[in-house]
């Protein structure tokens, strides 16, 4: 059982940045493979980043160049440094994890909402 605690969200201006965190629990987190999810209003839950084991990195076309996501195995804690955000950055942000037996963990979420 892996236990996922996300936080960090909140209100912010379009343009504004909001650094996101996710502490992991309950499992060896360096051999998990972590991500951020996104769900808005009416929409599906759609991938943001994620980051290996080793740290490589993928980002959803529309966060490119304005998202990072990192990971401290030392603290057990994933991060999102979201910067230049846009209005359609409004959603639930959801933690994600996947075990090395692929076993999929979520958290309770975290919203973020950016005002135009």
């Known amino acids: 059982q892996v236990n996922l605690v996300e936080s960090g969200g909140g209100l912010v201006q379009a343009g504004g940045s909001l650094r996101l965190s996710c502490a992991a629990s309950?499992?060896?987190?360096?051999?998990?493979?972590m991500g951020w999810y996104r769900q808005a209003p009416g929409k599906q839950r759609e991938v943001v980043a994620g980051?290996?084991?080793?740290?490589?990195?993928n980002y959803a076309d529309s966060v490119k160049g304005r998202f990072t996501i990192s990971r401290d195995n030392a603290k057990n804690t994933v991060y999102l440094q979201m910067n230049s955000l846009k209005p359609e950055d409004t959603a639930v942000y959801y933690c994600n994890s996947v075990t090395s037996g692929g076993i999929m963990y979520w958290g309770q979420g975290t919203q973020v909402t950016v005002s135009s």
């Open positions: 309950g499992s060896i987190f360096s051999s998990n493979v």
């Open positions: 980051i290996t084991t080793g740290g490589k990195t």
